[in-house]
């Protein structure tokens, strides 16, 4: 049997080519960087331990507890401290703690009178009707009104995709929401009445799924895969181009130097989807890929700071806080990382993980990075009364950080399930079709090893049987 090629070895590709392994495939995957693990890039440094792309996994699906079983890293997981659980949104020009419960949001100063009466009347909005692709900016004010839009939502926009919510799509980026107005009319009749039946189904929703990481940062996982996979695993290779061949596939890569090419029973691409739009293509009927060229990452900079304890005057208990655009800060937010994980800093410090850039402000990604630290350290001044200098500074910048699902990125997601159709053996799997988070990337390669585990055994039967009767 050819090998299975995996385009990408971030958490797709590798969780992918993990299963597909495991269960007897043959795999080669490739990936143009270094290193393995995509975005995730952890850093110990000075006793500190920084994230630099996600920081935290969410268990949303029994599949991710199954992986690290599988990986044998059950014991190198580390959750967060239960006291972190706190999050702030900022308003006034300073963080307040957002409302943990019902009675918690009526008494909270993070809204006024009208925006709480505004959800009270919430339930009594009519759902559209005209079947109008909306953008969470429209959905929001349309059902809870331009306070909660701006102190609130837009926040949580910057926080999750970095991104603008006048651009994106309710049933693309946030398909939950757009399901409890359809289903149950209203966003909070949906909360109360759709409780039960997540239960039943033994869903987790993202705001109560426990999240984690490891010991020595998220890198563990990539590495772990990275290590049992050994030789298949081939860094500093950029594809360029696949061809369709006769029941297989025959991939072009560039590395060391030098141009070759390989053969493969089927294709993963797990990769970016700027890269898939420059990759050459030949197949029959002629697919072109160049409409994915469209799709927009925004930039982003990591910036992870060091502070002596006593230079930080709010306690930074929690998981960090979310800044709205309206507030005037540079920075989009700031994970308390050394509180949600004490081994992030060494003893008597804190560390602090901002992002600076996205669709907010995507010229100040690319400062250089005395100036990046220079501005996050003016917001933190502020926003959370810090004093001294750091004791430990770095950033990375992703020049491409998180694809934006905008409206009308429905078209994408159908585009690739129609070449998957067209050209079978071609599978697409990763943050750019199946959700940007790390758990959604990690789903996303589990069910796709088992699309084309099912693909490669048909395949492999049809040519026996072919084989049998021209004997
Ligand atoms: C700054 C930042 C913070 C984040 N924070 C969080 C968080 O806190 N929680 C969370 O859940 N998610 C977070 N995310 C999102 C999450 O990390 C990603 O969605 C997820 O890691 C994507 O994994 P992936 O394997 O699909 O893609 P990637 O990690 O992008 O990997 C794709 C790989 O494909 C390779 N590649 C592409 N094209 C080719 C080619 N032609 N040939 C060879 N190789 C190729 C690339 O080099 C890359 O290594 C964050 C992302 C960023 C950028």
């Known amino acids: 049997m050819n090998p299975v090629a995996i385009i990408g070895a971030g958490i797709t590709g590798l969780t992918s080519a993990f299963y597909l392994q495991r269960n007897g495939i043959p795999v080669t995957v490739y990936d143009s960087n270094a290193h393995v693990g995509g975005v995730i890039q952890s850093l110990r440094q000075d006793g500190f331990l920084a994230e630099f792309g996600p920081n935290t996994i969410l268990e949303t699906s029994p599949k991710i507890g199954q992986l690290i079983s599988d990986a044998g890293l059950q014991s190198r997981r580390l959750n967060p401290d239960p006291k972190a659980e706190s999050r702030y949104v900022v308003r006034y020009g300073r963080p307040i703690a957002m409302p943990g419960s019902p009675l918690g ?64 799509s309710v049933p693309q980026a946030f398909p939950k929401l757009a399901a409890l107005e359809s289903r149950y009319g209203s966003l909070i009749k ?16 993202k705001d109560r799924a426990p999240k984690f990481s490891f010991d020595e940062g998220l890198e563990v996982l990539p590495q772990t895969l990275y290590r049992q996979l050994g030789k298949a695993v081939r860094l500093n290779t950029l594809v360029t181009g696949i061809t369709q061949a006769n029941n297989s596939w025959m991939v072009e890569f560039h590395g060391c130097e030098r141009q070759s090419r390989a053969t493969h029973s089927a294709i993963v691409y797990a990769g970016t989807a700027y890269k898939l739009a420059g990759l050459k293509i030949q197949t029959q009927p002629p697919l072109n890929l160049g409409a994915f060229s469209e799709i927009r990452y925004p930039p982003v900079a990591s910036v992870v700071l060091g502070f002596r304890r006593e230079d930080v005057g709010h306690p930074c208990e929690g998981f960090g806080m979310l800044i709205p ?23 008597g410090c804190l560390a602090l993980t901002s992002y600076v850039g996205g669709e907010r402000y995507p010229e100040l990604a690319s400062l250089p990075p005395e100036k990046l630290f220079a501005l996050t350290c003016e917001d933190l001044r502020v926003l959370l009364r810090v004093k001294g200098k750091p004791v430990f500074q770095h950033s990375v910048l992703y020049p491409k950080a998180i694809p934006q699902y905008v409206v009308g990125y429905g078209r994408f997601r159908a585009l690739m399930s129609e070449i998957e159709e067209k050209a079978p053996g071609l599978f697409f799997a ?42």
């Open 430 to 471: 990763g943050h750019f079709r199946d959700g940007v988070s790390l758990s959604d990337s990690i789903i996303s390669g589990c069910n796709i090893a088992g699309r084309v585990q099912a693909y490669v055994r048909a395949l492999d039967e049809a040519l026996e049987s072919q084989a049998k009767k021209v004997a």
């Open 325 to 347: 655009k309206v507030e005037g800060f540079k920075i989009l937010g700031t994970i308390f990382s050394s509180s949600l994980f004490p081994n992030r800093a060494p003893a």
């Open 105 to 168: 949001f009526f008494t909270t100063k993070l809204f006024t009178t009208k925006a709480k009466l505004a959800v009270l009347r919430e339930p009594f909005v009519p759902p559209r009707q005209d079947g109008k692709e909306e953008s969470i900016a429209e959905f929001v004010l349309r059902r809870l009104g331009q306070e909660f839009l701006e102190h609130a939502i837009d926040a949580l926009v910057a926080g999750i995709y970095a991104g603008d919510p006048y651009k994106l």
């Open 190 to 205: 949906g909360q109360i009445l759709g409780a039960r039946e997540r239960k039943r189904r033994g869903e987790i929703t």
